[in-house]
Nanobody, 118 residues
Framework: QVQLVESGGGLVQAGGSLRLSCAAS????????MGWFRQAPGEEREFVAG????????YYADSVKGRFTISRDNAKNTVYLQMNSLKPEDTAVYYC???????????WGQGTQVTVSS
């Protein structure tokens, strides 16, 4: 059973930084995409950033390009989201996602709250 456990959320002032972590367990993740999504109150969940586990190719939403960086540590089975130059509109619950490439298989973490004050 795949488990994803997020950590690292919190309260930060605009312009500040946070690093989220997602510890993945339950299997190996070759040929999986790992990603971060977020959901603000009253809004749909939206894609933030993704990484192809095996080759390390990264993808970003336009709204976070140049400010957020996704990375992974294969040895620790952990995915990170470094968030810099945070804005109040980045406030949301951030969710880690694991999706098997080419299969309709998805797993989600429990989410971690990020609040950016102006």
């Amino acid at each position: 059973q795949v488990q994803l456990v997020e950590s690292g959320g919190g309260l930060v002032q605009a312009g500040g930084s946070l690093r989220l972590s997602c510890a993945a367990s339950g299997r190996t993740f070759d040929n999986w995409d790992m990603g971060w999504f977020r959901q603000a109150p009253g809004e749909e969940r939206e894609f933030v950033a993704g990484i192809r586990w095996t080759v390390g190719t990264t993808y970003y939403a336009d709204s976070v390009k140049g400010r957020f960086t996704i990375s992974r540590d294969n040895a620790k089975n952990t995915v990170y989201l470094q968030m810099n130059s945070l804005k109040p509109e980045d406030t949301a619950v951030y969710y880690c996602n694991a999706a098997r490439v080419g299969w309709n298989v998805n797993y989600w973490g429990q989410g971690t709250q990020v609040t950016v004050s102006s």
